[in-house]
């Protein structure tokens, strides 16, 4: 709904007006994209992609796909990219105790290798969401659940959304004769906005649930946009 001041008001559980609004919003932002940051470039999740790794095999063995362990793959591609952020997530990229090797899914039928590397653990959503759930004012114990149940459901899920990746890209190839890169758009790209958008539903239902307002921390962000853009426009009226 749209308040008397043209501004978006989604819910009223946090109490902020005028330039404690704006304060607010803009240090809940700035932290939210620290933490995420952090939480996901510096812990070692290789323990995540072997779990991840495992499950989605025996997924795929279970209907009877035709694929094996194959070792470890070692990213050796450079970008080019010598940016301040690319550097900076290749030196705190450094610090894992497995030299950046991560488990390989070898399809035989179709004689490709899918590495289950830190992007496959979905834990760029999972920092993200926990960044949220730091930033929103909760209770502790409330903000303890609501990171829990998260990240149950998002390993879990992730688990199905990589074994069906590998599997849909497999099927495409062999049943439709589609090539390599074509398949893995449609399973990868395609098939991950819908999961991508019903996934965010479900986790703000989960968040939300356990009396955890972060779509309350997210409607602040964009009334606080709307707000500056209105002034924006009132500004050039005036003159």
Known sequence: MVSDSGSLVLRD???????SKHIYSLYSFLV???????????????FLEEVTYSTAFSILKFYRFNVRY??????????????????????FSKFDFHN?????????T???????VRACTAMQAGAL???????????????????SFTIMVLVLTNFLRIALIVGMTVTLMVNYGTTYDAAWMWSHDVLGKPIGFFGTILFAFIIEGQNVPILNTVSLWIDSLLDLFSSKKDSKKDD
Do not use: E
């Open 32 to 46: 939210v994209i620290l933490l995420t940051f952090l939480l996901y470039i510096i812990p070692d999740y290789y």
């Open 70 to 91: 194959d070792g470890l793959f070692v990213d050796t591609s450079s970008s080019g990219d010598s940016s301040f952020l690319v550097s900076l997530i290749d030196f």
């Open 110 to 116: 179709v004689n490709k290798r899918f590495a289950i």
């Open 129 to 147: 969401l926990m960044a949220l759930i730091i930033v929103t004012p909760a209770r502790p114990w409330d903000k303890v659940k609501a990171t």
């Open 100 to 108: 950046g090797r991560s488990p390989v899914i070898k399809a035989l």
């Open 13 to 19: 559980l946090i109490r902020l007006d005028g330039r």
